[in-house]
């Protein structure tokens, strides 16, 4: 069982910056690849961001590649989001969750075991 904790959301400017962070429970966190999705009303929760147990390898939507930057402290249990350059279109409930297994993509929510309760992101224009 795996809990996960997100925090650093909050109202920013277009063109601002904001680094999410999501505390994992457990000390198996290391075995986990992690992912950020994101959800705006009325909208399908979307993959975001994903780092594999590692490290050494991330995956990112087209829409925020060159902007966001996951990466991972695996000692601390915590995975980081750093989003520059922030647009109103960014605006949405950012989730963390984990991903147990290292078969399916990293780019659905399906294959993700554990969520967050999410962390609100609001970029105004």
């Known amino acids: 069982q795996v809990q996960l904790v997100e925090s650093g959301g909050g109202l920013v400017q277009a063109g601002g910056s904001l680094r999410l962070s999501c505390a994992a429970s457990g000390r198996t966190f290391s075995s986990y690849a992690m992912g950020w999705f994101r959800q705006a009303p009325g909208k399908e929760r979307e993959f975001v961001a994903a780092i594999n147990w590692s490290g050494y390898s991330t995956y990112y939507a087209d829409s925020v590649k060159g902007r966001f930057t996951i990466s991972r402290d695996n000692a601390k249990n915590t995975v980081y989001l750093q989003m520059n350059s922030l647009k109103p279109e960014d605006t949405a409930v950012y989730y963390c969750?984990?991903?147990?297994?290292?078969?399916?993509?990293?780019?659905?929510?399906?294959?993700?075991?554990?969520w967050g309760q999410g962390t609100q992101v609001t970029v105004s224009s």
């Open positions: 969750a984990a991903k147990s297994s290292r078969d399916g993509s990293y780019y659905y929510t399906k294959f993700y075991n554990y």
